[in-house]
């Protein structure tokens, strides 16, 4: 029996393991962490992350063939194959701080692979990693290996959060980089086989190691300009009166462009799309391309701006003052269908509300309090200026309120915002809402879910991201 051992229970380790545990009975798979509680968490009725399909498969093939554990060398040791799936966040201090990856994690995962060894492995590159990460990882094995043969593999996810088992069970691609070594292609035939098992053949692509590990992080990039994109047009439809929706359904028709992802929004979060292209930046610049690192730079500062320029929007429209008003944040999650809060832009517009003394009442339906109060009372990373961290003022968060129910975080505010696109937030019973709101009720849809005629005929003030504005704010301009 092939035995996997993937190091790293998290957002891709967790799913990606169980999928692998599903479709290959053949195969033992175990996830090891450092963390204690995330594999407790793992091995419980609560699973540590939330993800629809989830429970269903880890239910299925715990105890059978996928284990979850915290004895991360006796498995290692055991295992054929090693995933490496640690976090990789930017770094924020020291040399290309707020732009390079951080691999401490990976760099002491590797050691530790090569210290506890006993046989040759496959050791395949989950995570998301710089171009050329794989030359450190083989160096850093090899020099510490006893004589064990090591093939390095890169094998990048490509899951979303919020469909990741969708995505696993019918991805687009699997890719595959390895050594052009006979050496290095049986190891991509190795992994392949495991893939093959559910993934037709022509979508398991392979390639060299630098093009795998690059394709990732230019992916990401990819989908990220998009929305960029999008977000940029929202402000000139704002400006000349043409809507984002028609607009984007237009250029999408055009079958070069493609219809996905070009939904406008108060921007992207998460925790790879910023990451993954701050890395790409810094590989550019360490490679002497300042130009390039400027037009993929300016991706992100389009995102910021969008966050600037929905809070500007709020403040204005609430005739520049919202000190001590009870704003109620409907959504904190960077997306649906997830409790993951990681760069979600809920932090930075609620900050921004914050600073300008709001009070805010909070509801998402898989976010805890714990996690809100953290994100919100922690330093904000200035990614262009990372030496000068700017602390919260700790009083700040006692402004915030954290609820369970829609109605009650709406209760006497004189605004409500949309920042995650839930599906119920679609469905709320508004006209209550309206009627329990100070006067006037303003919404700042940030995703675009509402029907903004309904709510107007109800009684409410509507902003939408890149749609036509109502007469009110036209008067009330924000300055981004
Ligand atoms: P995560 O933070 O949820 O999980 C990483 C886990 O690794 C943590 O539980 C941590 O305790 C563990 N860990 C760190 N060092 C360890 C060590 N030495 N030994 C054992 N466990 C260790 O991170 P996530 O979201 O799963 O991301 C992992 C990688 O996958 C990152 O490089 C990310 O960029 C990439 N990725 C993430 C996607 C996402 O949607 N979250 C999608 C595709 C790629």
């Known amino acids: 029996m092939v035995k996997i051992c993937c190091i790293g229970a998290g957002y891709v380790g967790g799913p990606t393991m169980a999928i692998i545990a599903y479709k290959c009975p053949d195969i033992e798979v175990v996830v090891v962490d ?24 880890v239910k299925q093939c715990r105890g059978k063939n996928l284990f979850f554990s915290t004895d991360v060398e006796k498995h290692v040791c055991e295992a054929d194959i090693v995933f490496v799936s640690v976090n990789t966040p930017t770094k924020t201090r020291g040399l290309g701080a707020g732009k390079a990856a951080d691999l401490t994690y990976w760099e002491s995962a590797a050691r530790m692979i090569a210290d506890v060894s006993k046989s040759s492995k496959i050791v395949v590159e989950k995570s998301t990693v710089p171009v050329k990460t ?21 094998n990048p996810e490509f899951l979303a959060e919020g469909t990741a088992i969708q995505d696993l069970l019918n991805p687009d691609r699997v890719l595959i980089g390895g050594r052009e070594t006979p050496e290095g292609q049986e190891a991509i035939k190795a992994l392949k086989d495991v893939y093959a098992h559910w993934v037709p053949e022509e979508q398991i692509l392979t390639t060299n190691l630098w093009s795998a ?42 079958s070069r462009i493609g219809p996905k992802f070009l939904n406008a929004s108060v921007g992207f979060g998460g925790s790879c799309f910023q990451k993954d292209i701050l890395n790409l930046v810094y590989i550019c610049e360490c490679n002497g391309l300042p130009e390039v690192a400027e037009y993929w730079k300016q991706v992100i500062r389009i995102n910021d701006y969008q966050k600037n320029r ?3 929007r709020m403040v204005s429209s609430m005739f520049n003052t919202i000190s001590n008003k009870k704003i109620a944040i409907l959504g904190f999650a960077f997306k649906k269908d997830t409790g993951d809060t990681r760069e979600t832009p809920a932090i930075d517009v609620c ?44 009083t700040t968060v006692k402004q915030v309120a954290v609820v ?43 995703r675009n879910v509402v029907n903004g005629d309904e709510l107007r005929n109800i009684g409410f003030i509507v902003y939408s991201i890149g749609k036509p504005l109502d007469a009110w704010l036209k008067d009330m301009p924000a300055v981004a």
Request: net charge negative; hydrophobic share 40%; aromatic share 10%.
């Open 34 to 57: 450092i963390s204690l509680p995330r594999i407790a968490a793992w091995n419980s009725e609560q699973l540590p992350i939330y993800e629809p399909g989830l429970d269903g498969v």
């Open 213 to 254: 590990e690059l394709s990732k992080l230019a992916a990401n990039a990819f989908l990220a300009q998009r929305i960029s994109s999008v977000n940029a047009m929202s402000a000139l439809c704002e400006a000349t009166g043409a809507d984002v929706t028609q607009v984007a359904y237009a250029v999408g028709k055009d």
């Open 310 to 312: 929905f809070v500007n």
């Open 351 to 394: 900050k921004g509300l914050l600073g300008d003394k709001a009070r805010l009442s909070i509801y998402d339906p898989q976010v805890t309090e714990d996690q809100i109060q953290r994100d919100l009372s922690m330093k904000k990373f200035d990614w262009d200026h990372p030496l000068h961290l700017q602390p919260m003022s700790p």
């Open 404 to 446: 369970w129910d829609a109605y009650e975080a709406t209760k006497d505010a004189h605004g409500l915002c949309i920042l995650t696109e839930w599906d119920e937030f679609k469905t709320l019973d508004y006209k209550r809402i309206y009627d329990n709101m100070q006067k006037p009720a303003f919404v700042f849809d940030g």
């Open 134 to 154: 794989a030359e450190a990882i083989e160096k850093i094995l090899t020099h510490n290996s006893k004589g064990i043969k090591f093939q390095i593999l890169s």
